[in-house]
């Protein structure tokens, strides 16, 4: 099996009837970029950059994290970097800003909640991306949007530095694809709003989950309503994607669904444009591709949507792939 999905590393990923997709990594530092071209990634669809905040006791500079985004572009060598902008908070903690402990984390101030009200924060992230645009294929996306003032107000600031850089002479990127995650309900299903705005969308299926479940992702005695498969979960899915393709716009995954062996038939058929995973999951989800006819799939998307439960898509996957 492995062997068989080698040969899978310099292979576009095509269905059986030719539609092409993308299939992406997600990352944490610059040295996981070895695995993304060990593994045949055709680019990075979640750099998280919170690690270069994380496990020290202050802010990384803006030179630091200029450097490592300079790597990362550089590394993927004109192929399409999504970087998050910090994404703080609820399961990740950052000591040193000393913030106050909440009562629910998860619903608290985080992400883009905290970027937005620590502009300097924000700021320095903004510069560092900026300056390294010149070097490769960067597009930025923020975290845990929620609104669209949200969104409007990180667009302004971004474009502000932008400005403020070119005025001083420094070289940044024509274009840079902003975008956001959605892994908040609220903005699934205001997308076809928000699709008028971004240039893109990456479905953040883990925090999706949890918030439309109202099931606490690392909470063991609740797991059970974590249900990625739940036509609730798809509906909103596909809310997103058609959205985004009513505007000529692209819609990605980045949440662990994109690189799960039920969810990607579906995926496909749902027509998602990049899927972007760990990348030792990669080859396997190429090889699944190629085995799939996305006019098939499509069927089968319209078929769960209007299923009753979680277990109920599962079997009706299982039965729909079973036979090759
Ligand atoms: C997500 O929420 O699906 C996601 C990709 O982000 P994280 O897992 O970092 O919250
Ligand atoms: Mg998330």
Redesign the pocket.
């Known amino acids: 099996q492995k062997a068989k999905w080698a040969k899978l590393v310099n292979e576009p990923t095509v269905s059986k009837d030719g539609q092409h997709v993308e299939l992406a990594a997600?990352i944490g530092t610059p040295k996981d970029l070895e695995g993304v071209r060990n593994n045949g990634g055709e680019g990075v669809g979640?750099y998280?950059t919170?690690f270069l905040y994380m496990g020290r006791d202050e802010l990384p500079t803006e030179e630091e994290q200029y450097e490592a985004y300079k790597a990362v572009l550089e590394g993927m060598e004109g192929k399409p970097v999504v970087v998050?902008t910090l994404?703080i908070g609820?399961?990740?903690e950052l000591p040193y800003l000393n913030l106050p402990k909440e009562m629910n984390p998860f619903l608290g101030y985080r992400a883009i909640r905290l970027c937005l009200d620590e502009q300097d924060i924000f700021r320095t992230q903004l510069r560092a991306l900026l300056k390294a645009s010149p070097y490769g294929n960067l597009k930025i996306m923020f975290?845990m949007i929620s609104n669209l003032q949200e969104f409007r107000e990180a667009k302004a600031i971004l474009e502000e530095e932008k400005k403020a850089l070119q005025e001083n002479g420094i070289d940044v990127a024509d274009k840079i694809e902003v975008g956001i995650?959605v892994?908040i309900p609220s903005t699934a299903v205001m997308a076809d709003v928000f699709a008028k705005e971004v240039d893109f969308f990456?479905?953040?299926?883990?925090?999706?989950?949890?918030y439309t479940m109202a099931a606490d992702r690392m909470n063991e005695r609740v797991s059970y309503l974590y249900q990625p498969y739940n036509p609730a979960i798809l509906r909103l899915v596909k809310m997103v994607i058609d959205a985004a393709h009513k505007e000529g716009k692209w819609a990605g995954?980045?949440?662990?669904?994109a690189g799960d062996e039920i969810a990607v038939p579906i995926l496909l058929g749902l027509g998602l444009d990049e899927f972007?995973m760990s990348a030792t999951s990669i080859l396997r989800a190429r090889s699944q591709i190629h085995r799939l006819n996305k006019s098939d799939m499509k069927k089968l998307a319209e078929e769960v949507l209007q299923l009753d439960t979680n277990d109920e898509v599962i079997k009706a996957v299982e039965k729909a792939v079973s036979n090759d």
């Open positions: 997600n979640l998280r919170e998050r994404d609820g399961d990740k975290p995650m892994e990456s479905i953040g299926t883990n925090d999706l989950i949890q995954m980045c949440g662990e669904m972007s």
